[in-house]
């Protein structure tokens, strides 16, 4: 996979490279650098069945920041390349009874009573992994006048991604339980037992720093004029964004890849002719 980035990003700047003479006969702005901000939506899934265990599946989606600084280069009114640097809240969340790896404070209390620790315990909680990333995505954008000042367009392509930011939080524990379905409450095996595990853990040191996936959007723009001269365009767009890697080191976590879907406003402003 990062052989598959580093071959599209050399395409992409040789295409630049060769193409910056054509600019001069294309009737658009050749140029505009932008802002956008949103929301992401993002969500973990398992890495695979060979890996699925009860730590890395059952997450739903939690609401993050989605932002970037964008530049558009235009190489006619059909095609256009826009880089990006961008700031993608990514992760998900569990909400109820869900599987937790035994502490080892727990361990050695079933082992002083001769009994094997079990690998999990549940717990009635809330959870969050918040896992966030600074991405590089480079998007191959085609886009169609409605009319002067509306355009619609679709725009997809490979991103690299570093990781920035990785917590795990969990809050409102209420209890272990040694099964899946809430039957067995450890305090009737062991009384002394914590009744909550809250925590925010810093957990960066078990995931790999950088992923790479693709990143694709839909949207509309409305495109802003001084008398013909068209000087910058607001826009609405929603797409997504998928990383290929698993994102952990280890397996005792299971594995997970991560992705999310995304809603963003923004403006760019033509510097170009």
């Known amino acids: ?19 910056a003479d054509a600019q001069d006969n294309v009737d658009v702005p050749n140029f505009a650098l932008g802002l956008r901000g949103g929301i992401s939506i993002p969500n973990l899934t398992g ?9 890395n599946t059952g997450y739903s989606s939690r609401l993050g920041l989605d932002a970037g600084l964008l530049a558009e280069f235009r190489f006619s ?20 009874l869900q599987a937790f790896p035994t502490p080892a404070p727990l361990a050695a209390a ?32 085609f886009g169609w006048d409605f009319s002067k000042t509306v355009r619609f367009y679709v725009d997809g392509g490979p991103f690299l991604a570093y990781l920035v930011y990785a917590h795990q939080v969990v809050t409102n524990s209420g ?5 899946s379905k809430g039957t067995e409450p450890l305090s009737a095996l062991s009384p002394d037992a914590p ?18 996936g ?33 994102i952990q080191k280890g397996t005792a976590n299971g594995k997970n890849n991560i992705g999310a879907g995304t809603a963003n406003i923004g403006y760019s402003l033509c510097l170009g002719k």
């Open 195 to 212: 009744s909550n595990i809250n925590s925010d853990t810093d957990i960066k040191d078990q995931l790999h720093n950088f992923n790479v």
């Open 47 to 55: 890495g695979g069945s060979s890996t699925e265990n009860p730590l």
């Open 77 to 96: 009114e059909l095609f256009s390349l826009q880089p990006m640097l961008e700031y993608s809240a990514q992760g998900g969340k569990k909400d109820g």
């Open 1 to 19: 996979m990062k052989k598959l980035f580093f071959y599209s990003s050399l395409f992409i700047l040789v295409f630049l490279f060769f193409n």
């Open 214 to 246: 693709f990143e694709g959007n839909v949207g509309f723009a409305y495109k802003l004029f001084n008398g013909k001269k068209e000087t910058g365009y607001f826009f609405v767009e929603g797409g997504g964004d998928y990383g290929f890697l698993n």
């Open 175 to 179: 209890g272990f339980y040694l099964d």
């Open 110 to 141: 079933f082992t002083a009573q001769g009994q094997p620790a079990p690998t999990y315990l549940y717990d009635n909680a809330n959870s969050a992994a918040k896992i966030n990333y600074l991405m590089l995505p480079i998007l191959a954008k």
